[in-house]
Every structure is written in structure tokens, then in C-alpha cells.
């Protein structure tokens, strides 16, 4: 097709079949489809290259920690108002519920038999729970596993109970680990109130919980969880409040509490073995006057 142009210049213009402007037509959509998606590809390489960790990243561990109580101790020793350990073997007096749970207790004092020996409002038993928490972290980094409270009623020294093992779990992926606990009573000599703390003591850390007489107190578990997946315990810090709000009624002792090395312990419980069971025959007819020893 010719037509004319300015000055007569004649411009020649070729018509394109339809077919072909279709063909070129989807090249041109060909070609940006193409360079769309190379950009896009290029963007998410970039962004799956940032989220990705570095090869020498610590591993990430998310779950919820549960602790149940376990094999109770019925042989150990109080600790007397001067000091001096008492070797005790409470195979058959002792008294205790909840093994096998978050929360246990212990001892007992019968109040009909000896009134008036407990200060009104003070229990007359020992009660221990753990409240695991919810986490997410890295691998060796400190967290609280959760939180021990204890409530230190009082109780005859023949219905106490010694120690237990707690057993913690933190879900998949992380290896469980059981920690040695150690309860340690003191007889009420109501020379301090510190001197009648009873203790709450985890092997393999030197700090200890002390909890005043009568009162309840709380303290974090802390812990960490190594590249391995294994779960391990490395602190314990008293917390200004109970979890009803309370004040949180004791201390946390820096240092190792006083208890025999096990085979000590058996053999001193050997000996008196045979007085437990006397006593255990002799409470029923005991009278009035004749007080049991209390922590």
C-alpha cells in the first residue's frame, strides 16, 4: 500500500496478516513472562538465602516443660536446734501423697493428740510442687524450667520424708533428665527464724531454697538445653512472689546444705531403724506430755 507524504515523497506501508501481529504478539508476552519470573525468582532466592541460618547457628528448641515427682526418700536426717544431724529411718511412718505428679506432700502432726503445739494457721503438713513453663530457645541458653513452691508446715519427725527425684521433660527433640531433690528439716527451736528453715537442695547446684516456718516460697529452676538435645539444670533463684501472689517467704543459701554422703546415710539409718519401730508402737499410748520432736 502506497501513500503520499509531505512533498510528494510517496511512503510505502505494508500490512501484516493478523496472524502474524498474533504470533508476535504472544513473543512480546513470552519474553516479559520470562523476564517477570527471572526477577522474581532472583527476589525469593535472595530472601530464602537470608531466612536460612548460618551453618554454625545454635539449633532452636520450642515446647513446654513437665516435672513429676518420684521415689520418695524415707531415710535421712533433721537437722537438730544445735546443729547436729539426726539419723532417721521412716520406712514405716512416714506419711506422703502425690508421688507420681507436679505436686507432692509430706509429714503430718496430730493436733487432737498434742494441741496447741502448732501456731494457729501453720500447717500441719509439707507440701512441694513444680510448675513447668513454655519456652523457645537456643540451644545453650539459660531459661527458667519452671518454678518450685514450697510450703513448710509442721510435722513429727517420724512422718517426714528425705528427698525424691523429679523428672523433666520438655517434648520432642529434647532428651529428658532426672535431678536428685533433698529435703532437709530442722527442728523448731524458735532460735531464729532463719535457724528453722527447712531446705529444698538439688544435687549439682550449691544454692539452696530455705523456707521459713510456716511459710511458702517460691524459686525458678534454671536450665539450658545443649547442641545434643540434652536437657540439664544450672541455677536456682528465689522469686519475690508466690503464685497467688504473696510474698515469697525465704531465702536461697549459697553453699552446699549438710547431708551425709549416701552410704552414710544407710548406716546411720541402720541404727536407728530399731527406735523408729519403738516409736511407731509407742504413739498410740504416748501421753500428753510427751511431745513429738517438730520440723
Known amino acids: ?29 513470552a519474553l516479559m513472562r520470562w523476564l517477570l519470573h527471572g526477577v522474581l525468582g ?24 513437665a516435672g513429676t515427682f518420684l521415689a520418695p526418700r524415707l531415710a535421712g536426717e533433721v537437722v537438730n536446734t544445735d546443729g547436729s544431724p539426726v539419723a532417721l ?31 494457729p494457721g501453720v500447717a500441719t503438713h509439707i507440701e512441694l510442687a513444680f510448675t513447668g513453663n513454655a519456652y523457645s530457645v537456643e540451644a545453650g541458653a539459660d531459661f527458667v524450667l519452671g518454678v518450685f513452691t ?3 508446715g509442721a510435722s513429727s519427725n517420724e512422718t ?17 533428665a532426672t535431678i536428685a531433690l533433698r529435703f532437709v528439716a530442722t527442728v523448731n527451736g524458735q532460735v ?3 535457724a528453722d528453715t527447712d531446705v529444698l537442695a538439688i544435687d549439682g547446684l550449691a544454692a539452696t531454697l530455705n523456707v521459713f516456718e510456716g511459710g511458702t516460697a517460691s524459686a525458678a529452676l534454671v536450665g539450658r538445653i545443649d547442641d545434643a538435645g540434652q536437657l540439664g539444670v544450672s541455677a536456682l533463684r528465689l522469686l519475690p512472689a508466690n503464685g497467688d501472689g504473696s510474698a515469697s517467704e525465704g531465702v ?15 548406716l546411720l539409718a541402720a541404727g536407728a531403724r530399731a527406735a523408729a519401730i519403738a516409736a511407731a508402737r509407742r504413739r498410740r499410748r504416748a501421753p500428753a506430755s510427751a511431745l513429738p520432736r517438730v520440723s
Not at 511512503?11 to 508476552?29: C, D, I, K, M
Not at 506419711?95 to 496447741?116: E, I, S
Not at 517426714?160 to 520438655?170: H, I, N, T
Not at 552446699?256 to 552410704?263: D, G, K, L, Q, S
Open 192 to 194: 531464729s527464724a532463719l
Open 1 to 29: 500500500m502506497t501513500t503520499g507524504g509531505p512533498g510528494g515523497q510517496a511512503f510505502s506501508w505494508q500490512a501484516v496478516p493478523s496472524n502474524e501481529r498474533h504470533v508476535r504478539l504472544g513473543e512480546r508476552q
Open 252 to 266: 536461697i543459701a549459697r553453699g552446699p546444705v549438710r547431708v551425709p554422703e549416701p552410704a552414710t546415710t544407710r
Open 160 to 176: 517426714l520424708v528425705f528427698g525424691a527425684d523429679l523428672a523433666l521433660a520438655a517434648g520432642p527433640g529434647v532428651a529428658p
Open 42 to 65: 532472583v527476589t525469593c532466592a535472595g530472601v530464602l538465602v537470608v531466612g536460612l541460618p548460618s551453618a554454625g547457628a545454635a539449633p532452636l528448641y520450642t515446647g513446654t516443660v
Open 150 to 152: 514450697y510450703a513448710n
Open 89 to 119: 529411718d521412716n520406712s514405716l511412718t512416714a506419711v506422703h501423697a502425690g508421688f507420681g505428679t507436679p505436686a507432692v506432700r509430706w509429714g503430718f502432726f496430730d493436733t487432737v493428740q498434742f494441741p496447741g503445739v502448732i501456731p
